[in-house]
């Protein structure tokens, strides 16, 4: 069984920064893709960012490109989403996911969520 428990969310004023994280439980997930999703309310869920199984490689959505940045540290099983400038636009409920780089969008696992609000 995998879980993947995410924490960090809170409520933050616009430019402020918070700090995700998401930690892995049960078989290890050190070779997966691992995925940082958002669904605003009233919206679908959307990508924000992924990391390579390494680290070495990310992709970011257009709209978080240069304000956050994803990380991870297999060695404690946990993937990280720095979230700088955040913007009210930012609130979502933000989803950590274990998926494939080549097809991002269809996880394998998803986390229960943490809630972002960013007001202005």
């Known amino acids: 069984q995998v879980q993947l428990v995410e924490s960090g969310g809170g409520l933050v004023q616009a430019g402020g920064s918070l700090r995700l994280s998401c930690v892995q439980s049960?078989?290890?997930?050190?070779?997966?893709?691992m995925g940082w999703f958002r669904q605003a309310p009233g919206k679908e869920r959307e990508f924000v960012a992924i990391?390579?199984?390494?680290?070495?490689?990310?992709s970011y959505a257009d709209s978080v490109k240069g304000r956050f940045t994803i990380s991870r540290d297999n060695g404690k099983n946990t993937v990280y989403l720095q979230m700088n400038s955040l913007e009210p636009e930012d609130t979502a409920v933000y989803y950590c996911?274990?998926?494939?780089?080549?097809?991002?969008?269809?996880?394998?696992?998803w986390g229960q969520g943490t809630q972002v609000t960013v007001s202005s």
């Open positions: 996911a274990a998926t494939d780089w080549g097809d991002p969008e269809r996880p394998y696992y």
């Open positions: 049960g078989r290890t997930l050190s070779r997966y893709t």
């Open positions: 990391i390579n199984w390494s680290g070495v490689s990310t």
